[in-house]
């Protein structure tokens, strides 16, 4: 296979046929998945990514992104930053070097700033009117609730593997909250010579398993793609099930660098897929 991406949600249909595109035309994986997240974080129809994002408990709209280069396992990531149009261009450009390479809260917008990224105020009219509307019910809202992590995983025709996300995080999140997303190894994590995964779901249970790195570590003893994403996802579950009583949603994307992919889930969840050999498409598991 020549080339590959992978991404969650059926809200990345788009952005999966922009990125698969980019690849076609020989483009870096890396930033053909930056300009496929990037259409979905300006869709304001789409309420848990960039613009039109929902917004925290106190009604401010808060992102957070990351991405990771699977040759240099270089990685860059943004957590709750405010008034700007991309979290993951920020995430890209954090990439080089041995240092600062994650920043969060008022640093990442200073330098956001600093370095020219485009501002954009995300709180919409819409998300603003759904905010009014929900507030109330704060303490009932679960991880889904308008909250999709938008991951984009790729391969392209050097065989290079790079893996990004992006999001606004918990509806009606407590401000300061972080989940997984910009988490490398949590939220996604990236190596060319095995392959790369990303996570969606409620963040915090995601943490508890390093789910992710969970999937890549699975693969490097020799499973494939699929088998890593159900293995890392049922270990994780049947876990927190055992401690806790119940596990919280999440779902794994993950693509091997031979440009196949499987999906690991506890819950319904649709996802996208395009490569030099299948146009793309949505494609879903449900799940009583």
């Given at each position: 296979?020549?080339?590959?991406?992978?991404?969650?949600?059926?809200?990345?249909?788009?952005?999966?046929?922009?990125?698969?595109a980019?690849?076609?035309?020989?483009?870096?994986?890396?930033?053909?998945?930056?300009?496929?997240?990037?259409?979905?974080?300006?869709?304001?129809?789409?309420h848990s990514?960039?613009?039109?994002?929902?917004?925290?408990?106190?009604?401010?709209v808060?992102?957070?992104?990351?991405?990771?280069?699977?040759?240099?396992?270089?990685?860059?990531?943004?957590?709750?930053?405010?008034?700007?149009?991309?979290?993951?261009?920020?995430a890209?450009?954090?990439?080089?070097g041995?240092?600062?390479?994650?920043?969060?809260?008022?640093?990442?917008?200073?330098?956001?700033?600093?370095?020219?990224?485009?501002?954009?105020?995300?709180?919409?009219?819409?998300?603003?009117e759904?905010?009014?509307?929900?507030?109330?019910?704060?303490?009932?809202?679960?991880?889904?609730?308008?909250?999709?992590?938008?991951?984009?995983?790729?391969?392209?025709?050097?065989?290079?593997?790079?893996?990004?996300?992006?999001?606004?995080?918990?509806?009606?999140?407590?401000?300061?909250?972080?989940?997984?997303?910009?988490?490398?190894?949590?939220?996604?994590?990236?190596?060319?010579k095995?392959?790369?995964a990303?996570?969606?779901?409620?963040?915090?249970?995601?943490?508890?398993?390093?789910?992710?790195?969970?999937?890549?570590?699975?693969?490097?003893?020799?499973?494939?793609?699929?088998?890593?994403?159900?293995?890392?996802?049922?270990?994780?579950?049947?876990?927190?099930?055992?401690?806790?009583?119940h596990?919280?949603?999440?779902?794994?994307?993950?693509?091997?660098?031979d440009?196949?992919?499987?999906?690991?889930?506890?819950?319904?969840?649709?996802?996208?897929?395009?490569?030099?050999?299948?146009?793309?498409?949505?494609?879903?598991?449900?799940?009583?």
């Amino acid at each position: 296979m020549k080339y590959a991406v992978l991404a969650t949600w059926k809200m990345a249909l788009e952005g999966t046929r922009k990125a698969a595109a980019l690849l076609k035309e020989g483009e870096h994986s890396g930033r053909a998945i930056v300009e496929g997240i990037t259409m979905v974080e300006d869709e304001p129809s789409f309420h848990s990514v960039g613009f039109g994002g929902r917004p925290n408990a106190e009604g401010r709209v808060f992102l957070d992104g990351g991405y990771m280069d699977g040759d240099t396992l270089h990685f860059g990531a943004v957590g709750s930053i405010e008034n700007f149009r991309s979290a993951v261009r920020i995430a890209y450009s954090l990439q080089e070097g041995d240092a600062n390479n994650f920043l969060v809260g008022e640093g990442a917008e200073r330098y956001a700033e600093e370095h020219g990224f485009e501002k954009r105020d995300n709180v919409t009219e819409e998300a603003m009117e759904l905010y009014m509307k929900e507030k109330d019910r704060l303490q009932e809202l679960s991880a889904y609730d308008g909250h999709d992590t938008v991951c984009f995983l790729a391969l392209d025709q050097n065989g290079t593997l790079c893996a990004a996300t992006s999001t606004s995080g918990l509806f009606m999140k407590q401000p300061g909250r972080v989940g997984d997303t910009p988490l490398p190894g949590v939220g996604y994590y990236a190596d060319s010579k095995v392959g790369a995964a990303a996570a969606t779901g409620m963040g915090e249970e995601i943490m508890k398993g390093a789910l992710s790195y969970a999937a890549i570590r699975m693969m490097k003893d020799g499973m494939s793609a699929q088998e890593a994403a159900e293995t890392a996802v049922f270990e994780l579950d049947r876990e927190l099930k055992e401690r806790n009583g119940h596990a919280n949603p999440m779902s794994l994307i993950v693509l091997a660098k031979d440009g196949s992919c499987g999906i690991g889930t506890n819950v319904s969840f649709t996802w996208c897929y395009a490569s030099d050999t299948e146009e793309a498409a949505v494609h879903e598991i449900t799940l009583p």
